[in-house]
C-alpha cells in the first residue's frame, strides 16, 4: 500500500496513488529518455487511485512535486530501495559504484502550505515590468523537453547547437514568469513572454533577470534536494568519498548530482 501523497508545494492537496501491477508494467515496458516528462505525467496520472479522489493532473503540478511523487511511489513499492550509480572519479581515475539508498534523501525533503508570492520588477528595453516568479509545472518541462530534443539533434557546440541551447534557456525563463499584462492562452502567453525577453538589453537588463528568477525559485524550494540543469532533474545526494581522499585527510563524503532518470522510478517489465 502507498501512502497518501501530499503535494509538496501544498502540502494540504492530498493525492492517492495505487500499487502498480503487471498490467501497469507492461503498459510502461518501453521508456523512451527523450519523452522523459510526458511519460512521467501519464505514470503518475495512470498510478491514482480514482477510487479515492478525483484526477489530480500531474502536468499541473511543480517539477519538483512531480519528482518528488515518483519517489515516493518507488519507496513504498521497492523491495531494496536503491538504485544504482557510478561517477568517473577526478582524483584516481577510476570509476566508483555505489548503490544509493533513496530513503536517506527523505532528509532534504521538504513541504509547504502554499508556495510563497514572489512579486520582482523587471526592467524590459527601458520598461519596468511587473511579475511573478514560480516554479515551472508539467506542461512548461514537456516543453523544455521538446526544445532539449531538438537542440540535441544537433552537433554539440556548434552554432545550432548553440542557438537552440539559448532558445531553450529563453523558453525556460518565460516559463518561470507571469508579466502583468500578458495574454491570457497559454500559449500566447508564452510566446509574448519569450518575445519580451528578447528585448531585453544585455547585458544588464537580462542578466538582472535571470539573477532576479534564480534568487525567487532558491525560496521557493519544496520537495526533494534537485537542481534543474539543460531540461533535466539531478537529485542532489552523498555518496562515499574516493578512498585516496580520505587518505589525505579528506572528508568521507562527497555531494555529487544523480541524474533523476523516469526508467529507475517507473515499474516496468
Request: charged share 25%; hydrophobic share 35%.
Amino acid at each position: 500500500m502507498i501512502p497518501p501523497f501530499p503535494l509538496p508545494s501544498h502540502m494540504t492537496t492530498i493525492v492517492h496513488f495505487r500499487v502498480p501491477n503487471v498490467e501497469d508494467g507492461l503498459t510502461f515496458c518501453e521508456l523512451e529518455e527523450s519523452q522523459e516528462e510526458s511519460s512521467t505525467t501519464q505514470y503518475l496520472n495512470h498510478l491514482q487511485d480514482l477510487s479515492k479522489g478525483e484526477l489530480n493532473d500531474s502536468s499541473k503540478w511543480t517539477g519538483e512535486d512531480r519528482r518528488t511523487a515518483l519517489w515516493w511511489i518507488f519507496m513504498a513499492t521497492s523491495e531494496l530501495g536503491t538504485v544504482p550509480f557510478s561517477y568517473e572519479c577526478n582524483t584516481c581515475g577510476e570509476t566508483h559504484y555505489h548503490d544509493i539508498y533513496m530513503y536517506d534523501l527523505m532528509e532534504t525533503a521538504k513541504a509547504v502550505p502554499k508556495l510563497p508570492e514572489l512579486k520582482v520588477e523587471l526592467a524590459i528595453n527601458g520598461v519596468i515590468h511587473n511579475a511573478q516568479v514560480h516554479p515551472m509545472n508539467g506542461e512548461a518541462i514537456e516543453e523544455i523537453e521538446l526544445l532539449r530534443n531538438e537542440r540535441d539533434e544537433y552537433e554539440p557546440q556548434s552554432l545550432d547547437w548553440k542557438r537552440a541551447a539559448n532558445e531553450m534557456a529563453i523558453h525556460e525563463m518565460a516559463h518561470c514568469l507571469t508579466i502583468e499584462g500578458q495574454p491570457e492562452d497559454r500559449d500566447e502567453a508564452t510566446q509574448w513572454k519569450v518575445e519580451k525577453i528578447k528585448t531585453m538589453r544585455l547585458p544588464v537588463e537580462f542578466m538582472s533577470a535571470c539573477s532576479k528568477v534564480e534568487k525567487a525559485l532558491r525560496e521557493s524550494r519544496h520537495g526533494l534536494l534537485t537542481k534543474y540543469v539543460e531540461g533535466r532533474y539531478f537529485l542532489v545526494t552523498e555518496v562515499p568519498e574516493c578512498p585516496k581522499v580520505i587518505e589525505k585527510g579528506g572528508k568521507a563524503v562527497r555531494t555529487l548530482l544523480l541524474p533523476f532518470h523516469h526508467h529507475d522510478y517507473i515499474a516496468k517489465i
